[in-house]
């Protein structure tokens, strides 16, 4: 076995690449160029040879979105007839598909832009003329090319003919015995000749067709070593060496914003902010010396499956017996303090920036014999820090904002890189912020920012380094140039914070009447008391974050907000060290009720002659309001009344009549009909009073009603209640 084992290996070797080694000046068929594996870049090419893959497109522009995507261009030299090619992952493909655009910018053209399929691998191989599986073996290529024209090489001429059969038999040599595979073939001549294959025995296919189907079927073979590489393939056609421009816009991962606030050590320094980006390249090839551009916006971007075949439904039409018709077919301040520069503050620096910190004691005096040490200072530090320049320069790109690397990068494939995009002096204020919602009374130390770099600055991770040393981290949103937003990075433990509130009685604070409506207005105030505790040895700046409530408003003499976000008003206190202060803001919210002034009361009239400069002619009016809403009134109780009367009367008629058609024609029976004919004859006249009076209410009702609203609609008041 061990005999036959190395027997098979070898012919394999020997003649089953053979086809690929001695092909035909033509090259392969068309069919099997797309497929064809990548060959080293050729020098040059005649404009008349066909187009070979000579290599990959490299990329060299990348501009990174925060939506997921990215933008690429890849620029090469090619030659020629020449096809390149660019490697994809299956998850790129869509994206690619729906926005490639490739031109040849030199005097050729593109002709053709190829991939693989994903189809599994058996669903491939099905499609070739060679019937072979994904793992094959020398006998089973022989039994495939039954009936194929071959040529067999051996030590003598070489032998053509039709490949008939290929089957293993046993020979034995004096007292071994071993397993010979024997090709039988039929030679142009018609002659049947058997060769028993072995390591001087070759078999090249003689036909172009052959071939390339076995071309192709290494190929699919050798591809599916990288199952999730979709390769790009782009032919071109022209004559001497230009450019080929190729750009896509595909899925990638996010990129990342992490920034780094220094404050000073020595006084009278300007905090400054650097910034980093952190950049992943998943894709299927490396950036080398790659232009990239980080955009700090979201363009909207989906997914389309593209690459897969789409089928849709047709109609089924059964064949027609006869002659038929053809069947028809998408949190900073919403506004901030009116000055322009924030008020002097325990926690702020000369110049605007970070106060500075404790100028530190003096350094013993070195002992005899000690060495001076090495290690830079913490303003030494600081000092270089500041002037370390950034990697990148911000510019507008339509409503996005894009960060654009001074120099080329390079990340190799599934790694990630570092970048720094920002090195700016920024206006810092250090306060204590607090937060109902927090739960605790304890404030956040935070770092009140302006953003002062002039670039968009991207969500992302701050560190602060205050004094040499890390002080806290926290996070960042998107920030326009100019605008000013809080950081906090750690628990203020010498601050305490309470709050206690108290609602404050309803009252009638206005009364309207106006186009016949009475409108009362009713104002419901609340007070909440905040009480601010300094417990460290300097003065602190806390800043009180106080929830709006619907409805409500600050009511007047309430201190004004530093700034006014969309649910949440800031207030600036500064407290002495060791001191308490407390910070009360009043807030009013007034609801309306409305009624028709035709249903005013007694109450309400009195309600409004209370108010203050109520003018002498509202009583005699709303007096004759009331007068005329009550004659309205007993209008529609007489109303109300005879009709009752006229409903019991119809009752009582029903009932009469139902005993009448049960009496028969005896002289009692015959008594108590006219009685009831006397009582139905009466009631009839009755209901013809009753009507007619209801008319004659109705017509009064009317007019008195019409005189209501007249009177109503002259009365026009603006009252504030004391």
Sequence with gaps: MQTRAWFLAAGLASWAVAPLLSQSPAGPSPASQGAA?????????????????????????????????????????????????????????????????????????????????????????????????????????????????????????????????????????????????????????????????????????????????????????????????????????????????????????????SYRLVIPTAAGKTPFLQGWAIVDNTLGEDWTDVELSLVAGAPQSFIQQISQPLYTRRPVVPLPSTAMLTPQTHDGAMSAEKSGAAPEAADAAPGGGMPSAPPPPPAPAPAAQVVRATRMTANEIEERLTRTPAAAQGADLGDLFEYKLTEPITVRRNQSALVPIVQAPVTVERVSLWTASSGSPRPLRAAWITNDTGLTLDGGSVSLVEGGAFAGEGLLEAIQPKERRLVSYAVDLAARVTANFEGGPRRVSRVRITRGAFIQTVQERGTTTYTLRNEDASARTFVIEHPKRDGFTLAPGTPAPAETGTAQYRFRAVVPQGGTQTLKVDEVREVETRVAVTNITSDQVALILRGRNVDVAAEPQLKAVMAQSAEVARLQVAVRERQAEVERIEKDQARVRENLQALKSSAEERQLVARYASQLSAQEDRLALLRKEIEDLEVQRGKAQEELVRLANGITLDVAMP
């Excluded at 997921?68 to 998850?91: A, C, M």
């Excluded at 690619?96 to 040849?104: I, Q």
Aim: aromatic share 4%; glycine share 10%.
């Design 37 to 257: 594996a990548p060959q080293p870049r050729a020098a040059a090419a005649p404009p008349a040879a066909p187009a070979q893959d000579t290599g990959k497109l490299p990329v060299r522009r990348v501009v990174l979105y925060k939506s997921g995507v990215g933008y690429f261009e890849h620029v090469g030299r090619v030659r020629g007839d020449q096809v390149v090619s660019i490697d994809l992952t299956s998850g790129q493909l869509d994206d690619v598909l729906k926005s490639l655009t490739t031109t040849d910018l030199g005097d050729g053209k593109v002709t053709g832009i190829t991939f693989n399929s994903m189809a599994p691998l058996e669903q491939r191989l099905r499609t070739l003329g060679l019937p072979l599986g994904a793992t094959t073996s020398p006998t089973d290529l022989l039994h495939a090319l039954r009936g194929s024209r071959v040529e067999v090489q051996g030590p003598g001429a070489p032998v053509t003919g039709r490949v008939l059969s290929v089957q293993e038999r046993e020979r034995t040599t004096g007292e071994k015995t071993e397993s010979v595979l024997e090709l039988s073939i039929v030679t142009d001549a018609g002659v049947l000749r058997t060769f028993a294959l072995g390591p001087g025995v070759g078999v090249r296919l003689a036909e172009n067709d052959t071939r390339g189907e076995l071309s192709q079927y290494l190929d699919l073979v050798g591809s599916a070593r990288a199952q999730d590489v979709r390769r790009l393939r782009i032919a071109t056609s022209g004559t001497g060496a230009r450019d080929l421009f190729v750009s896509y816009v595909s899925e990638v991962p996010v990129w990342k914003s």
